[in-house]
């Protein structure tokens, strides 16, 4: 599960090292291209949303499993169209299959794991989401430069199609008939708990620590692919990552 996330969330942050790219390949202006990175947050964030809901309908694993499929197959279309149109609107679709993860998995530890194991599987889950955001990076920025671009979304399609099978064999299936009262209240607990006054500042700071993230990886990378640095792809995620 762990791999799964970091798999998952790579997703997030794989395009920031081919803004560039999308930029000289479809004449765009980098305000453009940024936003086959936008739509998938948009996306993403909005999907947590439902994500829970249909977490508590169908089971998390089943909901995990359901979003690594669509992942594998809405992934490798990227590589197939050739307008930047088509490429935000499939980055859409496909930040909404992913935002299935996240919310799943750590129902699935609440529910499954004995509560002196919960804390450490949470760790590590949280690790893979963490890491996603450099080692995605780097390993993109590896393919899109000797195989191109396209590559790079046909080997995530792979790879969550691999995922996709070991999550079928290996994780235990939770108990699904458990949850169907609950789901008919998500709708009333979501608005009740958007409303919480102590959550409103976690919203706030988890805004702001994100948005200080990306925004530090859009903006340096861009100012070190220019002079007087002039660094390659590669060479300015191994920058940025030091951090």
């Not at 706030?204 to 990886?217: D, G, H, I, K, P």
Request: aromatic share 14%; net charge positive; proline share 5%.
């Amino acid at each position: 599960m762990t791999c799964c996330g970091l798999a998952v969330v790579s997703a997030l942050y794989v395009s920031i090292p081919l803004v560039p790219v999308f930029v000289t390949s479809f004449h765009a202006t980098p305000a453009q291209a940024s936003w086959v990175s936008s739509s998938f947050s948009l996306a993403y964030a909005l999907g947590f949303l439902f994500s829970g809901a249909l977490s508590n309908r169908l089971g998390s694993k089943q909901t995990m499993l359901y979003g690594l499929i669509a992942l594998f197959i809405i992934t490798p279309l990227l590589g197939l169209v050739h307008s930047l149109p088509w490429i935000i609107a499939l980055r859409t679709i496909q930040g909404l299959a992913a935002s299935t993860f996240a919310p799943a998995v750590l129902t699935y530890i609440v529910e499954i794991y004995p509560v002196e194991k919960r804390v450490s599987a949470i760790g590590f889950v949280s690790t893979g989401f963490l890491l996603a955001g450099i080692v995605g990076q780097v390993f993109i920025g590896i393919i899109a430069e000797n195989a191109g671009w396209q590559y790079v979304f046909y080997t995530l399609g792979g790879i969550y199609f691999i995922f996709a099978l070991l999550l079928w064999r290996m994780v235990a299936r939770d108990n699904v008939p458990q949850r169907q009262a609950a789901a008919i209240a998500i709708p009333k607990q979501m608005f009740t708990i958007f409303f919480i006054p102590s959550l409103r500042y976690c919203y706030v700071v988890t805004v702001t620590l994100l948005l200080s993230f990306v925004a530090l990886y859009v903006s340096l990378g861009h100012y070190l692919l220019h002079p007087p640095f002039e660094l390659n792809n590669n060479q300015t995620s191994w920058f940025i990552n030091v951090k």
